[in-house]
Nanobody, 122 residues
């Protein structure tokens, strides 16, 4: 089992950058794939990015288009989402999630953090 807590959200302006952090706990954190998702008001949950257990494979949602970078530091049990060139439409609550299976990490991971709000003013 793993517990996740996000941080780093806030209010920024269009074009700004923000780095979200996901702190994990549990002895097996390094065994989990980690994903970032977001949900905007009135919209479906959307896959943002995922990273493999050792950080050697990453995947991104189509809308990212090179603006975001996911990374991880297993020694400190952290995963990061660097977001650059933020747009108003990136406004959402962002969640990190974990799963042992690559089959589910981009669709329906097992463990979730409570989320952190990102608001991009236009």
């Amino acid at each position: 089992q793993v517990e996740l807590v996000e941080s780093g959200g806030g209010l920024v302006q269009t074009g700004d950058s923000l780095r979200l952090a996901c702190a994990g706990s549990g002895r097996t954190f390094g065994s989990y794939l980690i994903g970032w998702f977001r949900r905007a008001p009135g919209k479906e949950r959307e896959f943002v990015a995922s990273i493999s257990e050792y950080g050697d494979r990453t995947n991104y949602g189509e809308f990212v288009k090179g603006r975001f970078t996911i990374s991880r530091d297993n020694q400190n049990q952290m995963v990061y989402l660097q977001m650059n060139m933020l747009k108003h439409e990136d406004t959402a609550k962002y969640y990190c999630a974990a799963d042992l299976s690559s089959r589910w990490i981009r669709t329906n991971p097992t463990y979730w953090g409570p989320g952190t709000q990102v608001t991009v003013s236009s």
